[in-house]
């Protein structure tokens, strides 16, 4: 096999976030985000993420907390399509999952004349868990053209082996393929900094957010021979010579184990952590809120801890393969996975006062100037751009509704797209409310899903290059779903 399989198998695997946000990112970090959305102009205690310079402008004076609990689960599917496929048109869905149960976000906030002091802890990228229990359309393709270039060399070679075989080569009809991959990737982040109030318009933020990665990647490719093809195989044996059966003995055994034909193994965990400087502005005049918070771009590198790294070729050590595993996957490899820089621009609105809000926000992602393993940002034709809008009513003092809708564009491209790590253009829908307990304590309810265009990418036919590098044309057909619940309770000290 060549570098391209192992490359492929986890390169950037997970990375597309099941929450909302750009690339690399996650947005939504409270439920009152999943129920609005556009909280760039929030003066409530989740701007502490979204307007940081906006808690400076607090209500409440002394302490804030909130605590915010999520639900994500998303389906990631390929449907591929390449001349080696077995099957009706050589087409085969491959299905993909994520899921991310629990998704925690802590904010606290303590405010004190024209000062406030916060700090905010959640999940602020990663794509969760990822599964794909039968496998991926680059594992199939790979191993297909591989097996079959391969035996056709060896057994053009060697008559008597290929009269044994009773073929040119080693076609997928005579083997199966058993594989696997399942992982996780999360960045975690700690937030603190201080809003001041300069005036009874103005207020100013300045802080730091300190970012962990963590990251595994598990999975298994294995080609073996179909018991079918055994049967024959031995039975051919059994017509040779003593001295006929002893030469070729030894490598058809090897073949006819489980992975004989290709074996690829993989047990690897990544760690890392960078900061982010983040600074903010918020001004208020009437019912009228402007606010900005901009990111700078988080240096973050991550290292591998790998406990297993096998491959396997034709029953043999593979040295190529393993090799060019060892390359990106080897222990204690670094690779870079930089947090890009980001910019919110947000405007609010108080349409009736003290009962109907409403508010837009854009966000820009600068993901192409943020590197990625194997500078894979350099596929991409611009930034992210977001678009949101939301509007929010008290119904009364105890009842609040509101929704809210966002609006993505990633710059994708056909060389950016892989199996393992592709996006789609997406728009998301929000909705939910809040119920005053008390005058200390308020409950967030919150629901959202992403509705997203399906990416087509077709690989023409090239030497060298293709499908996955087999040199032969391939169709995928990229097609996303995301769903996240969240339940949170917010409470003045």
Not at 67 to 84: H, M, Y
Not at 117 to 131: D, I, Y
Not at 133 to 156: E, I
Request: net charge negative; hydrophobic share 40%.
């Amino acid at each position: 096999m060549k570098k391209t399989i192992i490359t492929l198998l986890v390169t950037s695997t997970f990375v597309v976030p099941v929450w909302g946000g750009g690339l690399l990112h996650n947005t939504n970090q409270s439920v009152a985000w999943q129920r609005m959305m556009a909280r760039g102009a929030t003066t409530e205690i989740d701007g502490i993420y979204t307007n940081p310079a906006g808690t400076a402008f607090l209500g409440h004076e002394g302490w804030t907390l909130s605590l915010n609990i999520q639900s994500a689960s998303q389906k990631r599917d390929v449907l591929a399509t390449f001349p080696l496929f077995p099957t009706e048109d050589h087409t085969k869905l491959y299905k993909g999952t994520a899921t991310a149960p629990v998704i925690p976000s802590l904010y606290a906030a303590y405010k004190r004349d024209k000062w406030a002091f916060s700090g905010f802890f959640g999940f602020v990228g990663g794509g969760g868990k990822a599964s794909f229990d039968s496998g991926l359309a680059m594992f199939d393709a790979q191993v297909m053209a591989g097996v079959y270039s391969k035996t056709k060399a060896l057994l053009a070679s060697q008559p008597m082996l290929k009269q044994l075989v009773g073929a040119e080569a080693v076609t997928p009809a005579m083997y199966t393929i058993n594989s696997s991959m399942k992982g996780h990737q999360y960045v975690c982040g700690l937030q603190l900094g201080a809003a001041y109030q300069i005036n009874q318009h103005w207020s100013a933020f300045a802080g730091f957010r300190l970012n962990y990665f963590d990251g595994s990647y598990n999975g298994h490719v294995d080609a073996s021979m179909g018991d079918e093809f055994k049967q024959r195989v031995s039975a051919a044996m059994a017509a040779l010579t003593p001295e006929q059966q002893a030469a070729y003995s030894p490598m058809l055994t090897a073949l006819a184990q489980e992975g004989g034909l290709t074996h690829i193994k993989l047990d690897c965990k990544q760690t890392g952590w960078g900061v982010t400087p983040i600074v903010g502005v918020d001004f208020k005049t009437g019912p009228l809120t402007l606010a900005a918070k901009y990111e700078l771009k988080t240096n973050l590198n991550i290292e591998n801890d790998t406990k297993t790294l096998e491959a396997t070729a034709m029953g043999q050590a593979s040295e190529e393969l393993e090799n060019s595993m060892k390359a990106s996957y080897g222990h204690g490899v670094n690779t870079p996975n930089d947090l890009p820089s980001v910019l919110y621009v947000a405007a609010g609105y108080e349409i009736i006062p003290n009962k109907l809000r409403a508010a837009v926000e854009y966000h820009f992602y600068d993901d192409k100037h943020a590197d990625m393993a194997n500078d894979k940002q350099n596929y991409l034709t611009h930034g992210t751009h977001e678009v949101l809008a939301g509007v929010e009513w008290d119904i009364n003092r105890i009842f609040t509704v509101s929704c809210g809708f966002q609006n993505t564009d990633y710059g994708l491209s056909d060389d950016y797209q892989t199996h393992t790590a592709f996006s789609c253009d997406s728009y998301s829908l929000g909705f939910g409310g809040a119920v005053n307990l008390s005058e200390r304590v308020r409950l967030n309810l919150g629901y959202f899903w992403t509705t997203y265009k399906d990416y087509t990418k077709v690989v023409p036919a090239a030497n060298p290059g293709g499908y996955c590098g087999t040199t032969m044309a391939g169709t995928d057909v990229y097609s996303r779903t995301n769903k996240v619940f969240g339940i949170g309770i917010d409470y003045k000290f």
